[in-house]
């Protein structure tokens, strides 16, 4: 039925709480206000979804991990005219 | 079945700050102790689109499941069920908007729940006030033999949902002054030197 007993993937609870740390001050302090100049914590991210990739075992999360690694850079050859990095 | 309602809420702080506080509501220290029928949650796709300027966020968020029937979690065979959620987010920080939808990835056989949020500047205090903006929908899909019965876990669905949100809501409160300290004591110390 889709449910399992214990949470999942809890081998990357540390890795989680660096990204999550990372993202809240990111969004707090850049993104929120508008100052998105750059992406970060990019390699906090690919540590922690490294782990989920090889941890996570609820089939329905999983897929929805993998699938988003392959339309991770959907917008290749846009106008980037509405950028958030060309407008700083 | 479906049962529908909606919920408006004025968060009298700016939406930078509210927004702020919305990611940290299952991500704080204090989220075992305050939303304790959230077990786990993970972020599963994150992607800035250049294009747009715009933050998409799919997160999996595992919840305690309300206490079902005794013939149900025969059923169903679990002693304690969670449930996985699915949240998936979209912030626009020009438009200053941030949508939300969440709908429960496990037990689809039985309830369908949506819940959609949006966090928009209040229109009659857009710098000062943020309005949230909540559509949720609980449909539960009986077997025909179970239908009475099936309403009744649906009631008990809405009403723990309920009750869920509006400890959300009075954590994001709680989370916003705490941002709210921590930014002026900031700007006092900016001040200062």
Redesign the interface.
């Known amino acids: 039925?889709?449910?399992?007993?214990s949470?999942?993937?809890?081998q990357?609870a540390d890795l989680?709480t660096a990204?999550?740390d990372c993202?809240?001050r990111w969004?707090?302090e850049r993104?929120?206000?508008?100052k998105?100049d750059k992406?970060e914590c990019v390699a906090e991210?690919e540590k922690?979804r490294g782990c989920?990739a090889e941890n996570?075992k609820?089939k329905?999360?999983r897929n929805?991990?993998l699938e988003?690694e392959e339309?991770?850079f959907p917008?290749k050859g846009?106008?980037?005219s509405?950028?958030?990095?060309n407008?700083q | 079945m479906v049962r529908a309602y909606k919920h408006e809420h004025i968060y009298r702080h700016p939406?930078?700050?509210v927004?702020?506080a919305s990611?940290?509501k299952f991500?704080d220290p204090d989220t075992p102790a305050v939303l304790s029928h959230v077990?786990?949650v993970?972020?599963?796709?994150?992607?800035?689109?250049?294009?747009?300027?715009c933050?998409h966020t799919?997160r999996?968020i595992?919840v305690r499941s309300p206490s079902l029937p005794f013939f149900l979690r025969r059923i169903?065979g679990?002693?304690?069920?969670?449930?996985?959620c699915?949240e998936t987010s979209v912030?626009d920080?020009?438009a200053r908007s941030m949508e939300i939808v969440a709908v429960n990835?496990?037990?689809?056989?039985l309830i369908e729940v949506e819940e959609r949020s949006s966090y928009q500047p209040h229109p009659e205090n857009p710098e000062g006030w943020t309005l949230l903006r909540q559509d949720t929908s609980i449909r539960c899909k009986p077997f025909k033999a179970l239908a009475a019965v099936a309403e009744k876990v649906e009631q008990r669905c809405v009403e723990r949902f309920q009750q869920n949100s509006v400890k959300g809501r009075e954590f994001v409160e709680r989370i916003c002054k705490y941002?709210e300290a921590e930014s002026s004591a900031a700007a006092a110390g900016a001040t200062a030197s």
Not at chain 1, 1 to 5: E, R
């Open positions: 039925m889709g449910f399992v007993k949470s999942p993937a809890s990357c989680r990204y999550h993202f809240n969004f707090s993104f929120s206000k508008g998105c992406e991210w922690y989920l996570l609820e329905h999360l929805i991990l988003a339309s991770y917008n846009h106008d980037g509405r950028s958030c990095f407008h | 939406w930078d700050r927004t702020t990611w940290r991500t077990l786990d993970h972020t599963l796709s994150h992607r800035l689109d250049a294009a747009s300027g933050l799919v999996s595992t169903i679990g002693e304690a069920v969670v449930c996985h699915i912030v920080p020009r990835a496990s037990l689809r056989g941002l």
